[in-house]
């Protein structure tokens, strides 16, 4: 049985209620007992844990120093191309969107990756919309090159069979970060009318695909905003544990995207506050203290100081989400609006000060 199967077994709505019906016995139990369930995440992301905030995040702040030490990972978006046969409602690269779509041919793929050399990233992310055209034969053109210049690789791309992502492995990628946006189907539905992505079982399968393909990592994902953001993270930590259970080769690391104001007018649904986002982390860390947990720039710079030194592992900097963004063509449209544009170097020096490992370049890694 699949997790879309076991979803199928699972009451969004009813998830959503036990969050707000917890009461504090549940965040004390929640916070003292030694492996915590998903209803004992419940309890860490509801309304009655906001009093007990101090606690969790310097329980947050002591098992990501345990288990990861003071290591900070820094990582660099590479952005392939922005054609994209979906139509997304929240995505400035919705095929619904008109503008002058980009697909990076194999030279400028080496001239961005010289420029992200000069920058100093050897973790590179690769990110392409979802599309026939940037799919499998393409991958095979451009990985090997990226691959050149990457320590670490890896991938945000559409969803792949088996033997694909058997093949991408081969071609030496090492993670692939395909998210799940909203375990709630009606909203999944409405927000993907169109293109392959409309088909929800076979992207929530693509982590046990990706599992039996032994990648090294898998990013898993929600978009927040979307839809009620408690009810679909105990969905998510739900498939994690899904994933635990059934593929417990492969690392898990999590992202935790906050919608933004893209192209085309969409604005979020369900916002979620800046409290919200760390009472949120904190709890995964709580519930899976092995999970590598990542924040993008779509995030301002003030609230990644704040929440990194407690429950992060890797963060981008630095970022270009346009296709040609540090070499080629400066000028195409973003993805998403970048909130925090410090240089890699700022950025590590102040994580540096705080006493955390900071790590970009190969040399340093592992070391
Ligand atoms: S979110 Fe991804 S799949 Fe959807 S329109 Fe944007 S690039 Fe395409």
């Not at 071609?171 to 709630?184: I, M, N, R």
């Not at 860390?285 to 992060?312: C, G, M, N, Y």
Request: net charge negative; aromatic share 10%; with cysteine.
């Amino acid at each position: 049985m699949s997790f879309f199967d076991e979803l199928q077994l699972l009451d969004f709505d009813e998830w959503g209620r036990t969050v707000q019906a917890a009461t504090e016995k549940d965040v004390i139990n929640a916070l003292t007992t030694r492996r915590r369930t998903v209803a004992d995440f419940a309890a860490l992301i509801s309304p009655a844990a906001v009093h007990f905030m101090p606690q969790i995040v310097r329980e947050a702040e002591r098992i990501t120093r345990e288990r990861f030490g003071q290591t900070l990972n820094m990582y660099l978006p590479l952005y392939l191309n922005n054609i994209c046969s979906n139509c997304c409602k929240y995505c400035g690269f919705s095929a619904g969107n008109h503008f002058k779509r980009r697909i990076l041919s194999a030279d400028e793929v080496t001239e961005e990756c010289e420029a992200i050399k000069k920058l100093g990233y050897e973790t590179i992310l690769v990110v392409t919309g979802e599309s026939a055209r940037g799919g499998m034969d393409y991958f095979r053109e451009m990985i090997p090159i990226v691959k050149k210049y990457a320590a670490y690789l890896m991938m945000e791309v559409q969803p792949l069979d088996v033997n694909d992502y058997r093949e991408l492995r081969e071609l030496g990628v090492d993670c692939v970060c395909v998210y799940q946006e909203t375990y709630h189907e009606p909203t999944y539905l409405d927000n993907h009318p169109h293109g392959k992505k409309r088909n929800m079982r076979y992207r929530m399968e693509t982590p046990e695909r990706l599992g039996e393909a032994g990648m090294d990592k898998i990013g898993m994902g929600i978009l927040l905003g979307l839809a009620d953001f408690r009810a679909d993270a105990c969905m998510l930590a739900h498939h994690i544990a899904y994933m635990r259970k059934h593929y417990w080769r492969s690392r898990l690391s999590l992202s935790f995207p906050r919608l933004r104001p893209a192209e085309g007018g969409f604005s979020p649904p369900h916002p979620v506050s800046e409290k919200e986002l760390v009472q949120f982390i904190c709890a995964f860390r709580l519930f899976d203290p092995e999970l590598e947990i990542s924040i993008s720039t779509r995030e301002s710079a003030k609230f990644r100081d704040a929440v990194v030194p407690i429950a992060i592992n890797s963060i981008s900097a630095g970022s270009s989400t346009q296709p040609g963004g540090y070499a080629v063509d400066k000028h195409d449209l973003p993805q998403f609006v970048i909130n925090d544009d410090r240089s890699a170097v700022e950025i590590e020096e102040h994580f540096r000060k705080l006493g955390l490992d900071v790590i970009w370049h190969t040399s340093r890694i592992g070391g």
